[in-house]
């Protein structure tokens, strides 16, 4: 256990809203990551970060904002969601001078 | 970019037969590859690991090998059990990446008991 926790779990929101989805991590780690999770895609990389207040792009970044204020906390925005962005999302952390990427419970976003 | 490709998508074999999971990359630069486990409606759980100097790595059934210079994994896990029905994906990490993650689509496997 990673200590990465996700909120929320499910989401269902409508076309053209904002939605943010919280990131939490106990163990102080550096890197954190936001990935999306479709079928036939795997999981693809949205952004990153690699410390407070740095993050950058992964490869599907568009409509998409994160931030990173406090070490702990990594925060996925969709800034007016899209029926494209139903997914279900997975944060991830990368422990120093460790090689294993752990993710976090994962949260199901459905935008109708 | 990085390209991981698993083949075959889904897989059904008979309690005790010993499963082989395959996975490709394009770009043979990399500092590791990770095998994950993923059961339905839940996160990825960490089964093994190895570094790009390593050719296997093992923990109890599971076996991974991996040979760079060809752009292959292999991951084998003995005697399967129909607890091991879930879905198992590889992710590369390439050289100079951030420790960013490619990720495959996945194989489902399904243990018939």
């Given at each position: 256990d990673a200590g990465i926790t996700q909120s929320p779990r499910h989401k269902v929101t409508?076309?053209?809203?904002?939605?943010?989805?919280?990131?939490?991590?106990?163990?102080?780690?550096?890197?954190?990551?936001?990935?999306?999770?479709?079928?036939?895609?795997?999981?693809?990389?949205?952004?990153?970060?690699?410390?407070?207040?740095?993050?950058?792009?992964?490869?599907?970044?568009?409509?998409?904002?994160?931030?990173?204020?406090?070490?702990?906390?990594?925060?996925?925005?969709?800034?007016?969601?899209?029926?494209?962005?139903?997914?279900?999302?997975?944060?991830?952390?990368?422990?120093?001078?460790?090689?294993?990427?752990?993710?976090?419970?994962?949260?199901?976003?459905?935008?109708? | 970019k990085q390209e991981v490709t698993q083949i075959p998508a889904a897989l059904s074999v008979p309690e005790g037969e010993n499963l082989v999971l395959n996975c490709s990359f394009t770009d043979s630069a990399i500092y590791n590859l990770q095998w994950f486990r993923q059961d339905p409606g839940k996160g990825l759980t960490s089964l093994l690991l190895i570094q790009s100097s390593q050719r296997e790595q093992t923990s109890g059934r599971l076996n991974a090998s991996l040979d760079k210079s060809s752009g292959r994994s292999t991951l084998y896990i003995a005697a399967s059990q129909p607890g091991d029905s879930a879905t198992y994906l590889c992710a590369v990490r390439s050289s100079g990446s951030d420790y960013k993650l490619s990720f495959g689509a996945g194989t489902t496997v399904t243990v018939r008991a």
């Open positions: 409508e076309t053209g809203t904002p939605v943010t989805l919280r990131c939490h991590q106990t163990e102080n780690h550096r890197y954190m990551y936001w990935y999306r999770q479709d079928p036939g895609h795997g999981l693809r990389l949205i952004h990153y970060s690699y410390g407070v207040k740095d993050t950058d792009k992964g490869e599907v970044s568009d409509g998409y904002s994160v931030s990173r204020s406090k070490t702990e906390d990594f925060l996925l925005t969709l800034e007016s969601a899209t029926s494209s962005q139903t997914s279900v999302y997975f944060c991830a952390i990368q422990r120093a001078l460790h090689p294993e990427q752990y993710f976090g419970p994962g949260t199901r976003l459905t935008v109708t | -």
